[in-house]
Every structure is written in C-alpha cells, then in structure tokens.
C-alpha cells in the first residue's frame, strides 16, 4: 500500500512539472518573434522648393486655318447676301479637296455699321467679317486650300496653326519629365547642404503660357489646351521630308513644367 501511494505522489507530481513548463513555454511562442510596426512620420518643418521643365519635340500631323470673307455693301441684306455667297464658294471648294464637312465651322462672324468718320453716327455702309475654321487632317493640304480658297472668295488669311493629333499623350511623356528633373534638382540641392529628401509635400503644374488661338476669338479646342509653340530649327526624333511644297513643318514643342516641394531628412 505503502509503494502505490509513492508511485502516485511521483505521478501527480510528474503532471505539475510538465504543466509548468507549457506555463513557461507556450506552444509556438518559442519560434515567434514580436512583430515590430514603424509607421513614417513625413516632417514637413523642414523642406526644399524646386521647378522642373521638360520639352518633347513632335513633328505636326494636322493644320488648323482661320480664313475669313469680308465683304462691305450699302445696306444689311446686300452685303449678307454678298458674303454668303462667298463663304459658300469658299466652303465648297475646301470641300473639294477632300475636307470633311466636320472640319469646317463658322468661327468668327460679325455685322457692324460702317460711319461716314470717326464721330459722326451717320452710316454709309456695312460690314461683315465671316471667318471659318478649316482642321486638314492631311497636312499636304496646307498650300493647295489655301490659294483654293483665296482663288474662290476668301480675302483674309488669319492663321495657320500646324499640331499634333496626339497632343494628350506627349503632353504627359513632357510632364513625366518635369517631374522626374523636379526630384533630381531637389536631391542635388540637398546633397549639396548634406541632407536628404523624404516624401513630396506638394506638387503644381505652371500653365500660365497655354495658348488658346487667335486673338480674334480662336476655335477653342483640346489643342489650344496644350502648351504648343512652333520650332522649326530644332529636331528630335523622326522629321517631315523635304519637297517642292513652300510649307516646311519642322517640329512643335510640347512643354510641361511642375513645382515640388520635398521633406529634408538627416543634415
């Protein structure tokens, strides 16, 4: 009796130790590690301001022309009469060519009294100054509609715009680049004071100097929303073939310009 009550003593107290040791030891505690979370902060105490400018030179596959019919007469009715005359003459014929009634509208058109002189209110006259807007989707066109249309009625030429169908895209591969010479321009100035650049805090873009057609009021379209200036003598990438035309296209350049400001870390 004496022996199975030791045998039992020895028993419950095997069950104690080994329930300790699950105590100190949790199953899988001893292969996980705690798990560190580190959250950046971005300072914005201190800071660094730069711009960065990008061109991307195209060459043009489409032209715009503003060409106008203005016609005087005695009364109202007779130089209306006179001036749609005209115009429908000159429409027809860029017709001919080969233009697409969707790329030709009316886009400037006045009536207005012309006075015996400067301060006197008594009318010899009227005028009208009717002015279309003509999209030539094959660029070749430009000298022959042109004379077609000065041979047909037109007496004014206003514009000649030359752009790219594209505009959307190369204006983004532009401001891609800003951005990018933005960020290097802000890591050398850091650098140089012997700091570092963190997050970016704020970024703009400049378009104070788009360009929205004619002053003569200009078909407002997503081209006059591109920043876009002619460049003739500067060429990246593949250029129009010279020929007999008088038109020589050269390249348009798309400019895209941000300003950034960056967090400084270290220093």
């Known amino acids: 009796m004496k022996l199975t009550t030791n045998y039992l003593n020895l028993a419950i107290v095997a069950v104690l130790v080994v329930l300790g040791l699950e105590n100190l030891h949790p199953q899988g505690s001893a292969s996980a590690s705690p798990v560190v979370t580190s959250e950046v902060t971005c300072d914005s105490s201190r800071s660094i ?9 195209v060459t043009p596959d489409r032209v715009l022309l503003q060409l106008g019919v203005q016609s005087n007469g005695a ?18 014929a860029i017709s001919g060519l080969g233009v697409q009634p969707k790329d030709i509208a009316t886009d400037y058109y006045l009536v207005y009294p012309i006075y ?39 007496n004014e030429v206003l514009d000649v ?5 594209e505009l959307r895209k190369y204006r983004d591969q532009a401001r891609a680049l800003a951005m990018k010479a933005a960020g290097e ?9 012997g700091a570092d650049t963190g997050c970016i805090l704020s970024i703009s873009e400049n378009s104070w100097s788009n360009y929205y057609g004619s002053w003569r009021g200009g078909r407002e379209t997503a081209l006059w929303a591109q ?3 002619q460049n003739s003598s500067s060429y990246q990438g593949e250029a129009a073939e010279l020929d007999d035309s008088p038109i020589t296209l050269g390249q348009i350049a ?14």
Do not use: C, M
């Open 227 to 229: 920043n876009v200036i």
């Open 254 to 267: 798309i400019r895209a310009e941000v300003n950034a400001s960056y967090s400084l870390t270290g220093g």
């Open 161 to 165: 715009q030359f752009y790219s169908s």
């Open 75 to 92: 009364t109202p009715d007779g130089v209306r009469r006179e001036n749609s005359q005209d115009i429908q003459r000159v429409v027809q």
């Open 185 to 193: 321009k802000a890591q050398a100035l850091a650098n140089e004071a």
């Open 116 to 154: 015996d002189d400067y301060s006197s209110l008594v009318i010899k006259g009227y005028r009208i100054d009717n002015t279309v807007s003509i999209t030539l989707r094959d660029i070749n066109l430009v000298d022959d509609a042109i004379i077609t249309a000065l041979k047909t009625g037109a």
């Open 49 to 57: 301001n730069v711009s960065g400018a990008a061109v991307v030179y």
